[in-house]
């Protein structure tokens, strides 16, 4: 059992950190992370605690269904929320205090450039 859970643990650590990257990477994210993206952008709240209320709200649907989630499916919701939650907080805060470097060739002044 220590095992499996390990391996659910890491398992969901590594969703939550690709999900943020992919946030952060504006290339597209999948429809759940668009509806929590759009939800933070109008309030304010982190994406990844609408991950958390999105996944609680659906849990709270199973209740007419007489379903009883398990605790890879509690987890699945608690962990992935609060990880994007870290992650998005750790890569910004990481990006903004280094200085980007300059591509070759970006700055340089109109007279230096070879005709073509």
């Known amino acids: 059992m220590p095992r499996r859970l390990i391996q659910l643990f890491a398992g969901l650590v590594l969703y939550g950190v ?54 890879g499916t509690l987890c699945n919701v608690v962990l992935i929320g609060a990880v994007i939650t870290a992650a998005l907080r750790l890569i910004r805060r990481a990006t903004a205090a280094r200085p980007r470097p300059r ?7 109109p007279c230096a450039r070879s005709s073509p």
């Open 18 to 71: 690709s999900d943020s990257m992919l946030l952060l990477a504006g290339l597209g994210v999948d429809p759940w992370d668009v509806l929590h993206q759009g939800l933070a952008r109008r309030t304010g709240v982190p994406t990844g605690t609408w991950a958390i209320i999105a996944g609680a709200v659906v849990l709270l649907l199973w209740i007419p269904l007489r379903q009883r989630p398990g605790l």
């Open 103 to 109: 591509r070759p060739g970006h700055h340089r002044p």
